[in-house]
T-cell receptor, first 117, second 112 residues
């Protein structure tokens, strides 16, 4: 299957600072990537859809000014959590859309654990 | 955001037993995907289904896309300890630009 990487795998930061998370498609080009957030023992919740060369589309309730998404190339999307607070602590996972003749699938990165002190 | 109903929520089984879990939705999907997630990792794609009634296998795993397009199930035969993890279904509605809606997850634990 397609390989998606994320960096860093974990990060600890102080409240009020900003954190950038990178999502890369390693062996294919991804025009569309997705950012999810997962709290402990819960399912994945879609935050936003990242489209190469255009603005991201955010899900209802997700602050676009707080979670900045940049998809500047076909292999890289970044999520910046601005002015992070303890309630932003979570597991952030990206995925890349992979079209096929039968339909789309999504391949996920390994996730980034963010802890805000 | 909306989530799919997935059951059971958790299950303890003995090694060698077969496992069955399912996912239901109030809306029609055009794609069903099944993922497995290990602790601290991202979900790994197991099986993708694109057509109502489709039955697809991947080793000991078999999944089906329900005829009504509102449900899907996943079977694991002859479970082994490495099957432990959380299994998620995910569906895509027609016309939602590839966005997925995830199920609530089934936590599987296998005892020797």
């Amino acid at each position: 299957g397609a390989v998606v990487s994320q960096h860093p795998s974990w990060v600890i930061c102080k409240s009020g600072t900003s954190v950038k998370i990178e999502c890369r498609s390693l062996d294919f080009q991804a025009t569309t990537m997705f950012w999810y957030r997962q709290f402990p023992k819960q399912s994945l919740m879609l935050m936003a859809t990242s489209n190469e060369g255009s603005k991201a589309t955010y899900e209802q309730g997700v602050e676009k000014d707080k979670f900045l998404i940049n998809h500047a190339s076909l292999t890289l999307s970044t999520l910046t959590v601005t002015s992070a607070h303890p309630e932003d602590s979570s597991f952030y996972i990206c995925s890349a859309r992979v079209p096929s003749g039968r339909g789309d699938t999504q391949y996920f990165g390994p996730g980034t654990r963010l802890t805000v002190l | 955001g909306q989530q799919l109903n997935q059951s059971p929520q958790s299950m303890f089984i003995q090694e060698g037993e077969d496992v069955s879990m399912n996912c239901t939705s109030s809306s029609i999907f055009n794609t069903w995907l099944w993922y497995k997630q290990d602790p601290g990792e991202g979900p790994v794609l197991l099986i993708a289904l694109y057509k109502a009634g489709e039955l697809t296998s991947n080793g000991r795993l078999t999944a089906q896309f329900g005829i009504t397009r509102k449900d899907s199930f996943l079977n694991i035969s002859a479970s082994i300890p490495s099957d432990v993890g959380i299994y998620f279904c995910a569906g895509r509605y027609t016309g939602t630009a590839s966005k997925l809606t995830f199920g609530t997850g089934t936590r599987l634990q296998v005892t020797l």
